[in-house]
Structures are given as structure tokens and as C-alpha cells.
């Protein structure tokens, strides 16, 4: 297959820090798009991924899948897409298209496992697939969303994961005018949590450490911060939610949060990936119906249905814009919860 090589940043090892490295993209075939990368955002996952947390990571890894660019070159069947015009790549750049899960518009949940933007299996080239920290995408345009020409467009680059993955469960668990929603944590995906709830009409709580955050918390949307280290700030709110969104990334006890959600209440788990600790008590659960449930980002058509919201509800993310240079700086910082509220790398300073 024809490829091209181009400039990308990425990690030879876990215990190394991220640089200038190449790569190779195949040429378009007939179903797929070329993107030029203008923004991409940096998401705890790449992180993860870069430093190999979760296990599993090929290497080198190139992270990156909160993608926006040009479109620079398309197949002979693509429809839906033209040389010129904006578009976006999320976390999933394939998946099989004929099981339940791929029928029913959930790619997310493929049953033979979506291929992700990075650290996936190439179908085309084989080996592992390289995110979008490198000059450009090539995507089959199933898989490429359409941008929303009213909205920033670096601070459109986090909905592609942050946004959509807090957005899925929104709508799964129906949250809509009136709904009691909280968030736990913020930083990428709990501030776009707290903006979106807030779009589709809640009231919004937020959890957090960190005392420093409530001003910015408020003013992105929150009706209520809880200091969720406060015992006597927990009380207050026992028994109140129908939707707790937690997005902590690490291991944390649950528990706290299970006994502020109101009979038949939900608090989804979208960060930490691993066992519970120190327990789960089911006692709570049992007697007020509740549930402890997981999600992964969202499907293709939730996501531009996601961005489309967005667009008429002028909702994007609060950026810090850096260079590829200082991503290495930029996960330091990230480890620090020392973001408002996510990176978004501006690729141009790759070509220098
Ligand atoms: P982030 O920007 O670093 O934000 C995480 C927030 O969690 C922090 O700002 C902090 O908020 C809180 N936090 C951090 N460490 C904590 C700890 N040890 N204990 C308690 N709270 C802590 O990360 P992100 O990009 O939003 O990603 C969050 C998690 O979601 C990551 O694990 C990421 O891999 C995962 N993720 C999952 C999906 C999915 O599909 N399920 C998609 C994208 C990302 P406070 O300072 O307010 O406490
Ligand atoms: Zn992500
Ligand atoms: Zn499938």
C-alpha cells in the first residue's frame, strides 16, 4: 500500500519523555479523507497511553484524539466531505460495521473492539495506529465528523473526546431540564460534564479536591461546589443526585459519592479503569435501587449530534494553547491537576 512519511511527536518508552519522531500514513483509498491537523487537545488517556498505565501501550506511541484540521484530500466515494472544508476525529477511527453494537450506531462498543486513533490495530498498513500529534489523519470518513464553522476551532478539538464522553452518558441516563447532575473532578472531562448538563437544562454540582476551583467551577455553569474531602460538606448533599459523571482518573473510594444519590440515582465511572478500592458496599445500593456503571465515549452519529448542540448552544472547551514542544511539560502539569481546563496544541508549531 502507498504511504506517505510525516512529521509526528511521540514516546519510544514508557519512561521517556515525548519528541520528534516519524511516521507513515497510507495514501487515501477510495472511502477515505486526508486532514491536515490544525489543534489537538490533550486528554489524560494520552497520558496514560504515553506512559503505559494501563498496560498495553506499542510503541512508539503517538498520542492524540481530540483532532480538528482541513481536509486536504478525499477518496473517489466520499460524499460527504470536500477539499476544504473542517473537520474533526475523535477517539475511534474504525470499527467492524456489521455487529449489533456498530448497527445500532454504538461503534464505541464494536464487538470485535473499535480500532482507537492511537494504540490501535491498523487494518490497512497492520502494526499500531499513531494519533493526532503529527501533521496529519488519514480517516475513512465514516469516522470524521463535521465541525460547526460558528465555534473556535481550537477550543472545538476537546469535544471530540472530553465533550462526547461526558455527553453519552448524559443522554443514555436522560438527564434533561430539572435533572440533579454532579461531576466529580475537574479538568478535561469535568469541565465540558458541567457545561453540558448545564446546556440540557440541570442543575449541576461539582465534586473537588481542590478548593481553588469554585470560582471557575460557577462560572462554567456549576450551581454548587462540595469539597469532596469535607465530611460535613458531603452531608449536605446525601440522597440528592439522579447523575453522578466521575471522572477522577485514579483510584479513589466510591462509596462517599454512591450515598449522595437519590433513590434509583446512577454514578457513572468514565476515568479510573481497574478494580474498586478499598471496597464497594452494596448495602446502599440494594436499599435505594442504585447503580455504580461505566461508559467509553460515544458513537459517530451521538458525536456530531454532540457538536451540532454544541454549535447552537455556542458550548466549547476553556483552553490553554501550547506548542508540541511542551507536551512534555504540559502531562507534568496535567499530573498536577494544574490545567483550565485542557491543552490544546496548536500544530503548526510542528512544522517548525
Ligand atoms: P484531567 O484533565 O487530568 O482531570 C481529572 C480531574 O480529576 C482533575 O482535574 C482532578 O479534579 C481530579 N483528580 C485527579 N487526580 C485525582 C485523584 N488522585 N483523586 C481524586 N481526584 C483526582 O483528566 P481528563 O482528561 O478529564 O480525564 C479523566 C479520566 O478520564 C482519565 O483517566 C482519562 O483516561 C479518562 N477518559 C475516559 C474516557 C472514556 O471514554 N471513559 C474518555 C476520555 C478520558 P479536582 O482537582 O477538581 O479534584
Ligand atoms: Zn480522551
Ligand atoms: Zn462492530
Redesign the pocket.
Known amino acids: 500500500m502507498e504511504t506517505k512519511s510525516i512529521k509526528a511527536f511521540g514516546t519510544p518508552a514508557a519512561d521517556k519523555s515525548l519528541e520528534q519522531l516519524t511516521i507513515h500514513r497510507r495514501e487515501v483509498t477510495a472511502k477515505d479523507i486526508e486532514i491536515e491537523i490544525l489543534y489537538c487537545g490533550v486528554?489524560?488517556?494520552d497520558l496514560?497511553t504515553a506512559r503505559n498505565d494501563w498496560g498495553g501501550t506499542i510503541y512508539p506511541a503517538v498520542p492524540g484524539h481530540e483532532i480538528v484540521g482541513k481536509i486536504t484530500k478525499v477518496g473517489s466515494d466520499v460524499t460527504k466531505f470536500n477539499v476544504g472544508d473542517l473537520a474533526g476525529v475523535g477517539?475511534l477511527v474504525d470499527s467492524c460495521r456489521t455487529c449489533e453494537s456498530c448497527k445500532h450506531d454504538l461503534e464505541q462498543y464494536c464487538l470485535t473492539g473499535f480500532t482507537g486513533t492511537y494504540n490501535g490495530k491498523d487494518k490497512h498498513l497492520g502494526g499500531h495506529t499513531f494519533g493526532g500529534y503529527s501533521e496529519k489523519v488519514v480517516v475513512d470518513e465514516h469516522f470524521v465528523l463535521k465541525v460547526p464553522a460558528n465555534l473556535n476551532l481550537a477550543a472545538v478539538a476537546p469535544l471530540l473526546?472530553?465533550g462526547i464522553?461526558t455527553w453519552s452518558p448524559l443522554k443514555h441516563w436522560n438527564v434533561k431540564q430539572g435533572s440533579k447532575v454532579a461531576v466529580?473532578?475537574?479538568?478535561?472531562?469535568?469541565h465540558m460534564a458541567i457545561k453540558l448538563a448545564r446546556g440540557l437544562g440541570a442543575t449541576v454540582t461539582?465534586f473537588?479536591?481542590?478548593a481553588g476551583?469554585t470560582a471557575d467551577a460557577k462560572e462554567l455553569g456549576a450551581d454548587e461546589v462540595i469539597i469532596?474531602t469535607d465530611v460535613e460538606q458531603m452531608k449536605l448533599v446525601k440522597g440528592k443526585f439522579d447523575l453522578i459523571i466521575d471522572?477522577?482518573?485514579?483510584v479513589?473510594d466510591v462509596n462517599p459519592y454512591v450515598g449522595t444519590l437519590n433513590i434509583s440515582g446512577t454514578i457513572v465511572l468514565?476515568?479510573?479503569?481497574g478494580g474498586l478500592e478499598p471496597f464497594l458496599n452494596t448495602v446502599p445500593m440494594i436499599l435505594g435501587r442504585k447503580s455504580v456503571a461505566?461508559?467509553?465515549?460515544g458513537g459517530i452519529a451521538e458525536t456530531q449530534e454532540m457538536l451540532e448542540f454544541c454549535g447552537k448552544h455556542n458550548i466549547v472547551s476553556e483552553i490553554e494553547v501550547i506548542k508540541m514542544q511542551d507536551i512534555n511539560h504540559a502531562y507534568e502539569r496535567?499530573l498536577k491537576?494544574d490545567?483550565k481546563?485542557?491543552f490544546v496544541i496548536d500544530m503548526a508549531s510542528l512544522k517548525n
Open positions: 486528554c489524560h488517556s496514560h477517539c473526546c472530553a464522553t466529580v473532578g475537574l479538568g478535561g472531562l469535568g461539582l473537588s479536591r481542590s476551583k469532596s471522572t477522577v482518573p485514579y479513589h468514565v476515568g479510573y479503569l461505566g461508559s467509553v465515549i496535567m491537576s490545567v481546563y485542557r
